[in-house]
């Protein structure tokens, strides 16, 4: 009940590869790069997750055609296509905060034929890391979460981070 509590206040963002070769997966980190730049340079400080869907889903022909544009100037005529839809994801752990695993709303854009392993981050708020060594998130997207979820979700994201680290202190 938790995570579907949670889930209604978040929206993920899930991109997959065409397939598993290394020039296939640096594809889908550029994409990625790309729209979050995209979403960086254009989308304005939502108020809460519908705001972030409600924009996201305006903006899919421009989200779209930024993929598209990153793929043509790598030489890549893969085709794109991107859905706003419910998806299920394993545990993820974001610094001192895991979220359970369920199904969440996300941004999913598929790459070529999709078959490729997948990368996948908390659009809203913002908790996508591009640098696998960072895994500390900005202060202000840690507050959004906290006034975006009750106490209750909120500490139960710290205890199951904890929890898997066999610690039991939630201070």
């Known amino acids: 009940a938790c995570q579907a509590s949670i889930a209604n206040k978040i929206l993920r963002l899930h991109v997959l590869a065409n397939s598993d070769s290394p020039e296939d997966q640096a594809l889908k980190l550029t994409v990625r790069d790309g729209i979050l730049a995209y979403m960086d340079a254009n989308a304005p400080d939502f108020a809460d997750v519908h705001e972030a869907k409600t924009w996201t889903s305006l903006h899919m022909e421009e989200l779209?055609?930024?993929?598209?544009?990153?793929?043509?100037?790598?030489?890549?005529?893969?085709?794109?296509?991107?859905?706003?839809?419910?998806?299920?994801?394993?545990?993820?752990?974001?610094?001192?905060?895991?979220?359970?695993?369920?199904?969440?709303?996300?941004?999913?854009?598929?790459?070529?034929?999709a078959k490729g392993q997948n990368w996948w981050c908390v659009m809203?708020?913002?908790?996508?890391?591009?640098?696998?060594?960072?895994?500390?998130?900005?202060?202000?997207?840690?507050?959004?979460?906290?006034?975006?979820?009750?106490?209750?979700?909120?500490?139960?994201?710290?205890?199951?981070?904890?929890?898997?680290?066999?610690?039991?202190?939630?201070?």
Do not use: H, W
């Open 64 to 113: 779209q055609k930024t993929a598209e544009n990153i793929l043509l100037s790598q030489g890549c005529g893969d085709t794109v296509s991107l859905e706003l839809t419910a998806c299920y994801f394993p545990v993820k752990t974001y610094g001192d905060l895991t979220f359970p695993a369920g199904d969440y709303e996300a941004l999913r854009v598929k790459i070529g034929e």
């Open 124 to 171: 809203y708020p913002p908790l996508c890391f591009t640098d696998a060594t960072c895994c500390e998130f900005p202060q202000e997207s840690r507050e959004i979460l906290e006034r975006q979820l009750t106490e209750t979700e909120y500490l139960s994201l710290r205890k199951e981070t904890l929890k898997n680290s066999g610690s039991t202190d939630i201070t």
